[in-house]
């Protein structure tokens, strides 16, 4: 059955949108409610749309940011140095940033935005487009424990960051809005209990996470050095907003459409010939299926061609000494030399995979095709330690090879054996549909990691087998070719 409310509210904003001046939206498309398979609303091709066509254009002038906002005209001292601070492509706190400093940066300035805006209700001049703007998620950060212990050992759930979000949020932005409420809040509107403020900082946060853009510099304009009134790019940082329209769009790793930054408009444009009924889809970046959970709340098939898995150096660490029969003082000795900042924590294991090309396309092989080059580095680094006190237990690059991907190999069988459930019942479960929601994505993200490393073990295999051809002894170095 239609949902009334939904479809009105559609209707309304996107009347509201057709009537600011400048805004463009082709006859070929609508927005529809494509909630039946979990995508809230999303713009489809209704008539075939060739190549480079301008889907709908945005005004500038529409985009919420501390330019068009009333709030930061009515406390600009607040907003000072508000539209620098955050190169974080993402759209996340900057982690960095000085927590005694009162100037915002320009994602707490778009959270103080755009809780004045609600605040306002019926006062904001975006209003038809806040009413379309998500009131639940999916987010991670909205998952109780049991359901983010369905992700099993990835390391997406560590990433969450709720109690970060709310420090910052008591730390950046509830004292603005206490010391300023009679500008946050309406006339005669009723204060928010810390609760609640809680709350709603929570839905914009995780909004502005899923929804909003980093303002690029005007593409064709990217070279010239002349200010833009946009963008306070000088020190190539980057200020956020929110894009109405644009983000009504919703993305895939194989997108058919691309907002481009105009000087006075974005403009959506679609990057081969669409086909009537076809969405048209926008791209978030080359994000695993576990970051996409993460920051949109959804995930898809051609996203798990981008899924990463996180290696533990203390794993590594830890299969290196046994494979190598060395106990901790031992290791600890022949490792002393070695300065503890030349080690990394972390490593990523991933494709190495292009970005769709200028047409949104995209590779049809994306397996594994290198085992990582830092993490084999470092592991030669630290055999090569250990070769200057035990010569004899490494006495050649024969040697050397084969502890190197012995331990690469052993190191991702034993991350594979970190998420409790075979890869097997993960796709079992998969195509028996018997899961939905986030359980089911959940499935879709330790599956794709499980793969991953599935691939990872195989490489690691292969590259043991080439050094001891037809599981032969290896020649003594001596004999070996040379390079
Ligand atoms: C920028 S909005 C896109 C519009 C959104 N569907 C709506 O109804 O407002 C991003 C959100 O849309 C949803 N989304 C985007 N792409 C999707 C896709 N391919 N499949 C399912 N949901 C998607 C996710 O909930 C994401 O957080």
């Known amino acids: 059955m239609a949902d009334t409310s939904f479809d009105d509210k559609t209707r309304a904003f996107l009347s509201w949108f ?5 805004a463009t939206f082709q006859p070929a498309i609508e927005i529809q409610d494509l909630r039946s398979r979990n995508a809230g609303r999303g713009i ?4 075939d749309i060739p190549e480079d066509t301008v889907l709908f254009s945005i005004p500038r002038d529409a985009i919420i940011n501390v330019l068009t906002s009333d709030l930061p005209k009515k406390i600009p001292a607040v907003f000072e140095e508000s539209t620098t ?29 755009l809780l004045y805006e609600f605040l306002q209700g019926d006062k904001s001049k975006w209003k038809p487009y806040l009413d379309v703007l998500p009131q639940s998620f999916d987010t991670l950060m909205f998952w109780s424990s049991k359901e983010l212990d369905e992700l099993q050992a990835s390391a997406i ?5 709720r109690d970060e979000a709310e420090n910052m949020f008591r730390a950046r932005v509830f004292p603005v809005i206490e010391q300023h409420a009679h500008i946050f809040y309406p006339e005669g509107a009723a204060r928010l209990t810390e609760d609640e403020l809680l709350l709603l900082a929570h839905k914009v946060g995780s909004t502005i996470m899923a929804y909003a853009f980093d303002l690029e510099k005007d593409e064709e304009d990217e070279e010239a050095e002349e200010e833009d009134e946009w963008v306070e790019d000088k020190e190539g940082k980057i200020m956020m907003g929110m894009v109405p329209m644009a983000d009504i769009l919703n993305a895939d790793a194989k997108p058919n459409a ?23 889809l926008n791209y978030y970046g080359p994000l695993g299926n576990g970051e996409l959970l993460r920051r949109y709340g959804y995930v898809t098939e051609t996203h798990s061609r981008h899924d990463v898995v996180e290696i533990p150096w203390s794993l590594v660490e830890s ?15 022949a490792i002393n030399d070695i300065e503890e900042e030349e080690l990394d924590d972390t490593f990523i294991l991933e494709r190495d995979l292009e970005e769709p090309d200028d047409k949104g396309e ?8 290198h085992l990582p080059a830092d993490i084999q580095e470092q592991i030669a680094t630290v055999l090569k330690a ?37 890869i097997a019942e993960d796709e079992a479960t998969l195509t028996s549909n018997v899961l939905s929601g986030r359980q089911q994505m959940a499935n879709v993200v330790r599956w794709g990691e499980k793969v991953l490393l599935r691939e990872a073990i195989r490489l690691a295999q292969q590259k043991k087998d080439s050094l001891v051809p037809n599981g032969q002894k290896s020649e003594p170095s001596s004999k070996r070719q040379r390079r």
Not at 44 to 47: G, M, P, S
Not at 268 to 276: D, H, K, Q, V, Y
Request: hydrophobic letters at 35%.
């Open 258 to 280: 691309h907002i481009n930054h105009g000087e006075d408009a974005l403009t959506a444009t679609s990057l081969r010939p669409i086909p009537a009924g076809t969405e048209i």
């Open 362 to 369: 995209i590779s049809t092989d994306a397996t594994m095709k």
């Open 319 to 333: 299969v290196l000494k046994d494979v190598l029969g060395l106990d901790d003082a031992a290791y600890g000795k």
């Open 18 to 22: 057709k009537a600011l001046p400048g």
């Open 85 to 113: 601070g955050l190169e974080d492509a993402d759209n996340e706190a900057d982690e960095e940033a000085d927590e005694t400093s009162t100037a915002p940066d320009s994602w707490v300035s778009l959270i103080l935005i």
């Open 44 to 47: 489809v091709a209704t008539q």
């Open 157 to 161: 759930s560590a990433k969450v960051g």
């Open 386 to 422: 250990i070769r200057k006190q035990h010569p004899d237990l490494i006495p050649d690059k024969q040697k050397r090879d084969e502890f190197l991907f012995t331990i690469l190999h052993r190191t991702f069988e034993l991350r594979l054996a970190q998420y409790p459930t075979p």
